[in-house]
Nanobody
Framework: QVQLVESGGGLLQPGGSLRLSCAAS????????MTWYRQAPGKQRELVAA???????NYADSVKGRFTISRDNAKNTVYLQMNSLKPEDTAVYYC??????????WGQGTQVTVSS
């Protein structure tokens, strides 16, 4: 079992920056990929950024150049640095972990609202 707790969401103006954190606990040694997803009202959940245990990263086209995913293995935490935020980035952001035996775990989500 893996437990994930997100934090760092908030309300901010367009152009601002925010860093989300996802702290993992439990069977963290089994985690292969950690991913940030987001879900806006009335829309499907979409992948934002992913990072593998080896450090490879992948981003949605809509956030490339603005968002950066990283991990601190000593703290068992994955971060999502979000810069140049736009109103269309408004969503609930979820952390996801996929283990080597392909089990998936989700955090509870954190709200990000970008509005003037």
């Amino acid at each position: 079992q893996v437990q994930l707790v997100e934090s760092g969401g908030g309300l901010l103006q367009p152009g601002g920056s925010l860093r989300l954190s996802c702290a993992a606990s439990g069977s963290i040694f089994s985690i292969n990929v950690m991913t940030w997803y987001r879900q806006a009202p009335g829309k499907q959940r979409e992948l934002v950024a992913a990072i593998t245990s080896g450090g490879s990263t992948n981003y949605a086209d809509s956030v490339k150049g603005r968002f950066t995913i990283s991990r601190d293995n000593a703290k068992n935490t994955v971060y999502l640095q979000m810069n140049s935020l736009k109103p269309e980035d408004t969503a609930v952001y979820y952390c996801n972990a996929v283990t080597r035996d392909l089990n998936r775990y989700w955090g509870q989500g954190t709200q990000v609202t970008v509005s003037s």
